[in-house]
């Protein structure tokens, strides 16, 4: 399953934050999403996730109208928002389990589910304390165990290494890899460029709303973060 956008574009008033892009999401790859602040990646990522409804253009799963809805729609698509929606008056239990519930799993894949990214995240220990109480970095663990509920063939993920201790982003850039090795398709929007060197097949580089740059990196030969800076900043100084 490809999910792509088309000719996207999202008007508010008088303002395009973002105009005729074009993005794929292809399984098995790692795909960077990087621009500076305000060049409208989480509006992009919110229109390919069927958050919020793009003003022109298209979005489709495999040629189908994405249609945010419907359970399926709801399955496919991981999404880890840059400030995640969590309800801090709930456990991570009680979060996981209506998470669960609106993605349509019945109670036995549920618990399954639940059970599963409780594992990926490492939130053992954390599952029925309020998650006021918990740390950014913990929080942001239940975050990404929301986006991996239901096993999604697709993940976008906008800034997700947000609190996440050294030792934390180095199993989560673990875990990016295995995911993708397994077919899943993977959309990291980071400021983090280290990170992002690690991890991705492609980068696309979003400057005052439009694409500036796309560019398949080689997996094969050792690129050193100097790369990586200095495609970044040639995109966004043109």
Known sequence: MVLTGVGLGKRFG??????????SVKPGTISGFLGPNGAGKTTTLRM?????????GSVTLDGVPLNAGDHNSRRAIGYLPEKSPLYLGMTPREQLTLAAHLKGLDSKGASDEIERV??????????????????RGFRQRVALALALLGNPT?????????????????AFSSLLKDLSKEG???LLSSHRLEVVERLVDEVTILVEGTLCTHLKLDK??????SRMEKVYMDAVSK
């Open 184 to 186: 899943t398709a993977i």
């Open 14 to 23: 008088k303002n395009w934050p973002v105009r005729g892009v074009d993005l």
């Open 154 to 170: 697709h993940l976008l993920l906008d800034e997700p290494t947000t609190g996440l201790d050294p030792g934390q982003v180095v």
């Open 118 to 135: 409780v594992g990926v995240a490492s939130l053992e220990t954390m599952m029925d304390r309020l998650i006021d109480h918990l740390s």
């Open 48 to 56: 390919l996730v069927g958050v919020l409804p793009p003003t022109e």
């Open 220 to 225: 094969e030969t050792q690129r050193p973060l």
